[in-house]
């Protein structure tokens, strides 16, 4: 039986991605794990309410494509 509600993880973030998005080192080590726990929380919230639903849907039709072509290899 499928469990249509068990969640699969989409992404996370680090310390070195906020380097990567341009932020200072010195910044960065003012942060809490707490402060980055809201960070992933706002990103989650903000990801919601923008484009990850057509992301989403994108995503899953090619995977859908990929397995018809490629035997779900």
């Known amino acids: 039986m499928i469990d249509?509600?068990?969640e699969f993880v989409v992404t996370s973030i680090t310390r070195?991605?906020?380097k990567e998005a341009?932020?200072?080192d010195a910044q960065i080590e003012t942060l809490t794990d707490e402060d980055m726990a809201a960070i992933a929380s706002k990103?989650?919230?903000m990801y919601c309410d923008g484009e990850f639903w057509e992301h989403l849907k994108v995503a899953t039709t090619m995977r859908l494509e990929f397995s018809t072509l490629y035997g779900g290899m």
């Open 16 to 18: 070195s991605d906020l």
């Open 22 to 24: 341009g932020l200072t």
């Open 43 to 45: 990103m989650e919230d």
């Open 4 to 6: 249509w509600n068990k």
